[in-house]
């Protein structure tokens, strides 16, 4: 079977995001102080094949952990879906 996967890749709640902080400022000099915070991810989709829902799972997770996202300063989430 055929799977898309959106994958998203933000930076953990607890650390600086310094992307971010340059985005807010800038959104503050445009005269947008109504937004309280910005953190800047990645979003990665990726089409795979697998034989089931489970496997493409794991295989997305193996992609995540092992290169997509760094698990020490980011965490990562998404959604399959069976094209």
């Given at each position: 079977m055929k799977f898309?996967?959106?994958?998203?890749?933000m930076p953990h709640t607890e650390l600086l995001d310094p992307q971010g902080k340059a985005v807010m400022l800038g959104l503050e000099h445009l005269g947008l102080?109504?937004?309280?915070?910005?953190r800047?991810?990645?979003?990665i989709r990726l089409q795979l094949e697998a034989e089931?829902?489970?496997?493409?799972?794991?295989?997305?997770e193996e992609a995540c952990k092992?290169?997509?996202?760094?698990?020490?300063?980011e965490s990562?989430?998404?959604?399959l879906t069976a094209n």
């Open positions: 898309t996967a959106e994958i998203d890749i102080e109504q937004v309280s915070d910005v800047i991810g990645k979003h089931n829902e489970t496997a493409a799972a794991q295989k997305v092992k290169l997509l996202a760094n698990m020490i300063m990562f989430s998404y959604r």
